[in-house]
């Protein structure tokens, strides 16, 4: 069995509110990129694919890739206007391969037991995504942000990255949902689901694994990398 990670290195971070993007922010003097990236190198992956901005693919050549000695980076592509569109770009690069992991490289805190995991349990269910469980109550709201539904808690998860899927299924849901520009689609999981009606399996990550989005996630970031240290 071959397996492929996409690593999504495309985002802007509009809500970083700076003009350098969150996956070359500096994280204890390393781009928040190449903490994804040296997971997945020592995972048991294959080949790794790098999914980055337009104009930026010479530039992680050298700053990330070679800089960092990632040797399973076998393709650097561009992305596109919004993630779905960025992901489409790195399946479209993907051959001869049997499962796809798709991670977001703003994810730094993924690791090597996470990948194994996930890798294994594709296997058996073709559909699978990692997250948590939510430790706060959730409420749901009409449009007058008035409370309609308290879902059970113990049934609500955060959904983390990486999401695996056979690579005949994912590529499919997306040739499909592409067709539409469904915006309202925000995880791989979600294509699944509603392209292709298949289920998703969830497994745990790690209340570690966080999406670096706003500024304070940058400093929750380095927190965990000090008390690491």
Known sequence: M?????????????????????????????PVITYSLEAFEKSPVDEVILVTGQGEEEYCRKEIVEAYGFSKVGKIVAGGKERYHSVFCGLQ???????????DGARPFVTEEIIA?????????????VGMHVKDTIKITDEKDIVKETPERNNVWMVQTPQAFSCPLISHAYE??????????TDDAMVVEKMCQVPVTLIEGSYRNIKIT????????????????
């Open 93 to 103: 690069a993907v051959t001869d391969t049997d499962y796809v992991l798709i991670h």
């Open 2 to 30: 071959k397996f492929t990670a996409i690593v999504l290195s495309a985002g802007k971070g509009s809500r970083m509110n700076i003009g350098t993007h969150k996956q070359y922010l500096l994280l204890n003097g390393r």
């Open 176 to 185: 499909k949902m592409l067709l539409q520009e469904d915006a309202a689609i």
């Open 214 to 229: 706003t500024p304070e996630d940058m400093l929750i970031a380095e927190a965990f990398l000090n008390a690491k240290q």
């Open 117 to 129: 995991r996930t890798m294994e349990t594709v296997r058996k269910t073709n559909a699978c995504a």
